[in-house]
């Protein structure tokens, strides 16, 4: 059985690639992937996700991402993501090593990169770390402080 998370990457994956109109249909393409749940769950997963229905013409909708537009948005979604799935920051001079649970790592990185910041030269993530490289050593002390805030 999937972990909550891990069910959650597997509905992002789908959402990404399918085109799903219903909770049904991403109930039926878990099912198709081997995870068995329910329609409530799916339901729950949607909300907590913030999945957002997009309209495809003639009545039709999809299931997607929300996107992150207003900087607001991406501060809210780094905090969430950084509480539930980031585990550890570590620095060494100008990058830092985010340590998350498995499976998480890129979708944190997204949304760091989503803050286009001028102390963030880039990130790097696999499948539970993540480097961020700041430009300076400076910026780097100052992230470590940063990050080690969203994450309580």
Known sequence: MLSKEQRHKRIEDIVSR????????????LERDGVM??????????TEMRLVRLPMGKGRHRYA??????????????KMRFKQFVHDVDRGENILVLKTTDGHAIGVAYVLDRLFRDDIVGTLAGQDTIFVTARTVLAATALLEEFTELMM
Do not use: G
């Open 18 to 29: 399918e085109f799903v109109q219903t909770q049904a249909e991403l109930v039926e393409h």
């Open 37 to 46: 749940v329910t329609q409530a769950t799916v339901s729950r997963d949607i």
């Open 65 to 78: 991402l929300a996107p992150l537009s207003l900087a607001s948005d991406v501060m809210d979604e780094l």
